[in-house]
């Protein structure tokens, strides 16, 4: 069972990134899926998570407007488009795997990937 994020790199303020989070060994549309970011020094934060039948989506008050989860479960991958990027969204970007209602409790996902780092520059 293993998560592979991916997608992050270095881009400017107002530009836009779009995160791919992998499974392999389970197939994806039997779960939640969550995106969870750390910034450097703080606690890590939830951003966006699906349930598994894509119809109900959370997102932070912080990326309201300017991030959109989806997922293709064809492809076993979650998605993360991220528009309208701040300094402020700097971190290290998760996504995890639960079986779960959305939510931002992080004890109810099962499975993490390793993480992809998002840096935006003013």
């Known amino acids: 069972v293993q998560l592979q994020a991916s997608g992050g790199g270095l881009v400017q303020a107002g530009g836009s990134l779009n995160l791919s989070c992998t499974l392999s060994?389970?197939?994806?549309?039997?779960?939640?899926m969550g995106w969870f970011r750390q910034a450097s020094g703080k606690e890590r934060e939830g951003v966006s998570c699906?349930?598994?039948?894509?119809?109900?989506?959370l997102y932070a008050d912080s990326v309201k407007g300017r991030f959109t989860i989806s997922r293709d479960d064809a492809k076993n991958t979650v998605y993360l488009r991220m528009n309208s990027l701040k300094p402020e969204d700097t971190a290290v970007y998760y996504c995890?795997?639960?079986?779960?209602?959305?939510?931002?409790?992080?004890?109810?996902?099962?499975?993490w990937g390793q993480g992809t780092q998002v840096t935006v520059s003013s």
């Open positions: 995890a795997a639960g079986v779960t209602i959305p939510t931002w409790a992080e004890g109810r996902y099962d499975w």
């Open positions: 060994g389970f197939t994806l549309k039997f779960y939640t």
């Open positions: 699906i349930s598994n039948s894509g119809g109900g989506a």
